[in-house]
């Protein structure tokens, strides 16, 4: 069965500091592979999503950035963070574009 | 761009009563989907129930069901029989051929005992 991993669950880091978040994908191969960012009481926005390696869409203007250095993996960095960067973030995959993404545990990003 | 409108930030129900959660959007591609999530406490993302844009007929997961109207460009969720355990907040999402994903800024749904 397929499974997802992202980690860590929770992060503090301070303002100007990087970022690297990791996503995994077990089970299948060449997923869709997205991320989003969730603020507090909102729906989810868009961040990147990657049909292939190296293949990366970005749906926001933003001081985040994205890789898919493998096929199963996604990673969200920044190289200075701001404090508007705090949130939730979740990482997704889907098998086809028109099928339901599955959803990794989310890592509440606070920047101090 | 499309957009997801949920007009209803919170709605209640009676546990074993029936509740319906709104969902509108706003697009202009013939072929989409639509999902319905379902965010529990713990934050994991959870698949409730799918439909294509290009059935007419309505997607139903046991208690689940949507109202599917796509000239009205409107996606319903009905939730029969509620449990306790569908406390939640519910996003719709919709998703185009090319995989771009818009989610609804979600309803809190509360179920009373």
């Known amino acids: 069965s397929q499974t997802i991993h992202q980690w860590p669950a929770t992060l503090v880091q301070p303002v100007g500091s990087p970022l690297s978040l990791e996503c995994t994908v077990e089970?299948?191969?060449?997923?869709?592979l997205y991320w989003y960012r969730q603020a507090a009481g909102r729906g989810l926005q868009l961040l990147f999503y990657s049909v292939g390696i190296g293949q990366i869409s970005s749906e926001v203007p933003q001081n985040l950035s994205a890789s898919r250095p493998q096929d199963r993996q996604f990673i969200l960095s920044s190289k200075k963070l701001l404090l508007s960067d705090s949130g939730f973030y979740l990482c997704?995959?889907?098998?086809?574009?028109?099928?339901?993404?599955?959803f990794g545990q989310g890592t509440r990003l606070t920047v101090v | 761009a499309q957009t997801v409108t949920q007009s209803q930030p919170e709605m209640s129900v009676q546990e074993a009563e029936t509740v319906t959660l709104s969902c509108t959007y706003d697009t202009s591609e013939s072929d989409y989907y639509l999902f319905w999530y379902k965010q529990p406490p713990s934050r994991q993302m959870i698949l409730v129930i799918r439909q294509e844009a290009y059935k007419q007929q309505n997607a139903t997961e046991n208690r689940f069901s949507v109202n599917f109207q796509k000239a009205a460009k409107s996606f319903s969720l009905k939730i029969s029989d509620s449990q306790l355990g569908d406390a939640a907040m519910y996003f719709c999402a919709y998703r185009s051929l090319a995989g771009k994903s818009t989610f609804g800024d979600g309803t809190t749904l509360t179920v009373k005992p």
């Open positions: 997704a995959w889907s098998l086809k574009l028109n099928t339901e993404a599955f």
């Open positions: 089970g299948t191969s060449n997923p869709n």
